[in-house]
């Protein structure tokens, strides 16, 4: 978060303080590297958005999500250059292409996708976290498999993100 403007700055962290590359309106709830580690997604839930961050190049606007899909809650890119979007509130999951647009949407038995995140063999298991918290009482009575993790076999596979932080400038 970047003082009190509410708006984030990412960028490099040096000597306890980030040096903004970027600024993006409202707080940053999640964030992933796409497979040539040369775009940084971001995710604002509060705006529905989800940025295109590529290093040498301004914040581009990738997706603004209608409130009626849910806030974008977490990120997960694939090898062929999509965008997984975790829908808080929108019982299930998206695929952004790369002009933003959503290409596929798979429902959960969850309206609460958390966290995305691909493993297991050829990496094309997606793992879903969902959340029990914050659900209305109607909501956790029509999911009663909230809180639990989901995974979905992808013909696309994801890939390992980096274990090591990379030089932004």
């Known amino acids: 978060r970047d003082g009190d403007d509410a708006r984030s700055g990412i960028g490099p962290l040096r000597a306890g303080r980030v040096t903004p590359i970027w600024r993006l309106p409202g707080p940053v709830t999640a964030l992933a590297w796409d497979h040539a580690r040369d775009t940084l997604y971001a995710a604002a839930a509060a705006q529905r958005t989800v940025h295109a961050l590529r290093v040498g190049a301004p914040a581009r606007l990738l997706a603004r999500l209608p409130a009626a899909c849910g806030a974008p809650s977490a990120l997960a890119a694939d090898v062929e250059g999509r965008v997984w979007v975790a829908l808080l ?13 959503v290409d596929a949407t798979l429902a959960l038995p969850a309206p609460r996708p958390t966290g995305l995140a691909f493993g297991g063999p050829a990496l094309r298991t997606l793992f879903i976290t969902t959340s029990r918290d914050g659900q209305t009482e ?3 009575r029509h999911a009663p498999l909230s809180g639990r993790v989901f995974t979905l076999e992808m013909s696309a596979a994801g890939w390992a993100e980096p274990t090591s932080i990379l030089d932004l400038g």
């Open 138 to 140: 109607d909501a956790a």
């Open 89 to 101: 509130d929108g019982w299930g999951i998206a695929r952004l292409n790369e002009f933003g647009d």
